[in-house]
């Protein structure tokens, strides 16, 4: 399995050579953002952003892996996985927004009191939020490579992060520092950041994929063995009789 470094590496090379099209991904996506951030109460936004903002990300992830694919990078492409896997990133955001809620209110409600209980409390909820929030990093990117249903990809992705927790957990620290230092240049998050993350989760994700085949292939290999010299040793001990 590769390290991080390297995807990381390979994500910049990669955004190099289809700069164009990472930059198309991204301004459509921020075209869809800005109005919500600038002209829409933070409830209504938060609402159209799931409803929106979201299903277009989740196509900008379709069509940046259809893109390391090979196939030409065309916004048709970044359309149809929109439209296709709208409900997943439906779903999926309500989920990442009910554990905002779920933080957010903890710090309003422990917050508020006085005492180490109450803080130990919101610290609590804060970590289990917090692990939530990271295991769900493969969710997408399975959605979109495997075609799994938006359930089971949640299923896997907790499964990933339990048998990756430090890869996992040094992938979601390196997308919160290119988040941070993209958000400080407005034009940078508008013109790079969706496609890049497009790119990057989509090498992640199937750089832990590849392990898994890599080790089933393995097992079934090392199984065939086993059973190859088992029937060899039976064969051995009926010509001895």
Known sequence: MKKLSQIIAQTGVQIYREIVPVALFSIVSSLVLLPLVFFLPIGLAVVLAVLLYLPVCTGVLYAAHRMLDGEKPRLSVMWAGTFKFFGASVVYGAMMSLFVLIL??????????????????????????????V????????????????????????KLFVGNPLYTIG??????????????TI???????????GVYLNMLTANLIRREEHADEEAGGGGRE????????RAEARALC
């Open 104 to 133: 957010l209110s903890s710090w309003w409600y422990y917050g508020g009191k006085s005492g180490m209980v109450y803080f130990s409390l919101a610290v609590f909820q804060t970590y289990f939020v917090a692990m939530a929030i």
């Open 135 to 158: 295991s769900q990093v493969y969710t997408l990117p399975l959605v979109v490579q495997e075609r799994m249903n938006v359930f089971a990809a949640i299923a896997r992705s907790v």
């Open 171 to 184: 992938a979601f620290f390196q997308i919160v520092c290119l988040t941070l230092v993209l958000g400080i």
């Open 187 to 197: 034009v940078g998050f508008g013109c790079v950041y969706v496609g890049m993350m």
């Open 226 to 233: 086993s059973r190859s010299l088992e029937l060899d040793g």
